[in-house]
């Protein structure tokens, strides 16, 4: 088991832009973090550099106590001397190779005894739960199957950190959640630390300790699922995570906002902002009334999704959505009131 440590990380393909932009984190002993974002948002790149695969343009990365990379001090340890395992996005396990070959291969290649590649590969695969399928050959292997020799080859190195870029993308959404599952029960008993790349929020939000949450190079946010969730950095944050309704609004003090209908309300954080700021409410958060609310509007659509009822309301030109208990009906064109339950304020950019 290892920390992970970004100190003030830049990497740069061109010399004019960043793809990693001061990434700064510190990755405990035996945690889950995910860096999540959307595509091209420097996940791969950060990745790989913890690797060793890709040289940061500046900055420092620890695994343990050790400077793993330190460009301007000319510290670049290979990869092989990192003690990580990582899998890749597209799970590449080799087709004409079965499965104890595929597992076996980083052993051969660092010229482990036989008899230490039997034992090691044996207990790689029992970790994955693939004892008896030695000599399977991929094709005939499932998808998730596929992607547990994938892991089973990363952990046969017996890494200190496992590095999973988007191991699940390949996978229907069945069986991408129980994946899921048996990977976060795989890190528990193998106490590793463990960092995963997805674009995947709701992956995100079931597996991770803290996500890290990235656009364009630049972390918005480090945080707890629950932290991220109710508490966003800023309004990219809030967008990306889960749904949410963003409006204008005033601020009237550090606890109170106005709408542009006049109807004052509450943030649940209090801000130290002034002006126009953006306000950003949970669909979940509005409840929708006969008479009163803060907002008033007029439902545009009603979608049943068994859970939950999913409105459109129009208020005022703008559509709000809400979503709320399925035995509180009502119909489109009715008008409706809406109580904002919980907010929160950004600044206006
Ligand atoms: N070898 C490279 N040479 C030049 N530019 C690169 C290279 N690798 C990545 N980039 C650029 O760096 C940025 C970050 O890429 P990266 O692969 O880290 O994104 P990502 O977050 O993993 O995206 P995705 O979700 O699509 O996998 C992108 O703009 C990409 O085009
Ligand atoms: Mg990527």
């Known amino acids: 088991m290892s920390q992970v440590i970004f100190e003030h990380v830049y990497k740069s393909f ?26 091209g948002c420097g996940k791969t790149t950060s990745l790989r550099m913890i690797a060793g695969f890709m040289n940061p343009t500046k900055g420092k990365i620890y695994i343990g106590d050790r400077v ?60 994955v739960h693939l004892e008896g399928m030695e000599t399977r050959f991929p094709h005939q292997l ?46 528990s008993r193998i106490h590793v630390t463990v960092i995963y790349v997805t674009h995947d929020q709701a992956e995100a939000m079931a597996m991770s300790d803290r996500i890290v949450v990235m656009n364009k190079g630049v972390t918005h946010q480090i945080g707890s699922p629950r932290q991220i969730y ?44 002034q002006g126009e700021a953006l306000l950003s409410v949970r669909p ?12 008033q509007g007029t439902v545009k659509r009603r979608t049943y999704l068994g859970n939950v009822l999913d409105y459109l309301v129009d208020v005022d030109g703008t559509d709000i959505r809400v979503s709320s208990e399925p035995h509180i009906i009502f119909n489109e064109g009715d008008t409706v009131g809406l109580d904002i339950k919980r907010c929160v304020v950004f600044n206006m950019k």
């Open 14 to 39: 061109d010399g004019n832009t960043y793809a990693v932009n001061d990434m700064h984190v510190q990755i405990e002993d035996g945690e889950f973090v995910s860096f999540l974002g959307p595509s």
């Open 142 to 187: 499932s998808g998730g199957q596929q992607q547990r020799v994938a892991l089973a080859r990363a952990l046969v190195m017996e890494p200190e950190v496992l590095l999973l870029d988007e191991p699940l993308s390949n996978l229907d959404a069945k069986l991408r959640e129980k994946m899921r599952f048996e990977i976060k029960e795989l890190q």
């Open 230 to 273: 109710e508490t966003p950095a800023d309004d990219f944050v809030a967008g990306f995570i889960g749904l949410t309704n963003f409006m204008k609004c005033e601020i009237i003090d550090q606890h109170r906002v106005r709408l542009p209908n006049g109807a004052e309300i509450e943030p649940a954080v209090a801000t130290d902002q």
């Open 68 to 127: 793993v990379s330190d460009p301007e001090h000319g510290t670049l340890l290979p990869p092989e001397t990192r003690r990580i395992g990582m899998v890749f996005q597209s799970y590449a396990v080799w087709p004409h190779m079965n499965v104890f070959k595929n597992v076996a291969y980083p052993l051969k290649i660092q010229k482990v005894s036989r008899t230490d590649i039997q034992k090691r590969v044996r207990l790689a695969l029992e970790m």
């Open 284 to 295: 979940e958060k509005i409840y929708l009334v006969k008479n009163g609310g803060d907002l």
